[in-house]
């Protein structure tokens, strides 16, 4: 599937007045994913940021119906609506499920594993801004490896590893797994074309920087959503059936260090804390490459400046 720019702007589904912070990443997600999902789509969001950002009843944010649910159940809200639609003859409707890291990675992931299992026919996305941000930035399992949020202060910043949410799936053996970023809206859009031509779970985790939850100025979203794909921090990859690894694009492999210092959530590392960190995200980029080789055969095959 060949997309273009052009491609990309053709269908606005998110209309102006909505109710984010100024620069927030899960708002740029959300609407490339609809300019690919089209108009036939109903979207369920848990409690979450998006809950706000959509505005107060009666108003309403999206050109598609939006179905507020509680906070542990996006996939299962997501396979109820699909089920309904299904007996309405409905079957070509989008069921699209947007959920935080906390309603993902923590509370929803029961839900979320139960469906994955099932394989039942949903999208889901999770928009990962790496905390629980819309009740203070709490830290949750998506909250990187020495990060600062409310409850893990800089005098004990947070002490472990962020958890590896595409191994969980990849372990379901779904048809369908992406990573992707709101820095990179053409690689976001086909990932999303392509998973709406698949029937079965599909999974798409977005990083979505978020401007007070990482303590960075607003207009930096874009460019630190960036910096994380360059310094293999969230590289772009897909994966079929639960085997098949590809690598969509080989990052420029930029010091971990540009990416953190722009962040005032780190402010308080230290140059060993950094160079831990840089340890760390090479020998995870390095399993990626690994896994590229035994699906792919080579990793010459893998695109470089492609997104320039
Ligand atoms: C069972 C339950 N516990 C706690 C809450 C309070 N709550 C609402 S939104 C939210 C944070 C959501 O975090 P996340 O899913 O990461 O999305 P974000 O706010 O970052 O967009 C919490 C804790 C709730 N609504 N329901
Ligand atoms: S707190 Fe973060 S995720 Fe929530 S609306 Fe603001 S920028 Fe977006």
Same mark, same amino acid.
């Given at each position: ?18 109710? #984010? *912070?100024?620069? *927030? ?22 409690? *979450?940021?998006?809950?706000? %950002?959509? $505005? ?33 003859? @409905?079957?070509?409707? &989008? ?17 979320? #594993? ?25 830290? #949750?399992?998506?909250?990187? +490896? ?7 202060? +800089? ?8 958890? &590896? ?11 369908? %797994? ?11 859009? @086909?990932?999303? @074309? ?5 029937? $079965? ?8 920087? *978020?401007?007070? $939850?990482?303590?960075?100025? #607003? ?19 897909? %994966? ?18 540009? +990416? ?6 780190? @402010? ?30 080579t990793i010459d095959n893998i695109e470089r400046g492609l997104y320039?």
């Open positions: 599937m060949a997309f273009e720019w052009e491609d990309l702007l053709q269908e606005e589904l998110l209309d102006p007045g909505i109710l #984010s *912070c100024q620069g *927030c990443g899960a708002v740029i997600a959300l609407r490339h994913i609809l300019r690919a999902l089209g108009k036939n789509t109903i979207v369920t969001v848990p409690a *979450c940021c998006w809950t706000i %950002i959509d $505005g107060p009843y009666p108003y309403h944010s999206l050109r598609v119906p939006l179905f507020h649910t509680a906070f542990e159940t996006a996939a299962a809200a997501a396979c109820g609506i699909r089920a309904g639609m299904n007996a309405r003859g @409905k079957e070509d409707v &989008n069921v699209l499920a947007f959920a935080g890291d906390g309603g993902t990675f923590d509370i929803g992931l029961q839900a979320l #594993s139960g469906v994955a299992e099932r394989n039942e026919d949903i999208i889901y996305v999770c928009y990962d801004n790496e905390a629980y941000m819309n009740t203070g930035i709490q830290r #949750s399992g998506a909250t990187p +490896y020495k990060a600062w949020t409310a409850t893990t202060p +800089y005098e004990s910043p947070n002490q472990r590893p962020k958890k &590896n949410i595409v191994e969980i799936m990849k372990a379901h053996k779904i048809p369908y %797994i992406a990573t992707a970023s709101i820095a990179f809206p053409l690689d976001l859009y @086909k990932k999303v @074309k392509k998973a709406k031509e698949i029937r $079965g779970t599909r999974f798409i985790h977005v990083l979505c920087p *978020c401007p007070p $939850g990482w303590r960075m100025d #607003s207009e930096l979203t874009v460019k630190i959503a960036r910096l994380a794909v360059e310094a293999k921090v969230f590289p772009l990859y897909e %994966i079929e059936d639960g085997e098949f690894l590809r690598i969509n694009y080989m990052p420029k492999g930029l010091p971990v260090k540009d +990416y953190l210092i722009l962040q005032g959530r780190f @402010k308080h590392l230290t140059e060993n804390d950094i160079n831990e960190i840089q340890k760390m995200v090479d020998y995870n980029f390095d399993k990626l490459l690994e896994e590229h080789r035994r699906s792919n055969g320039k």
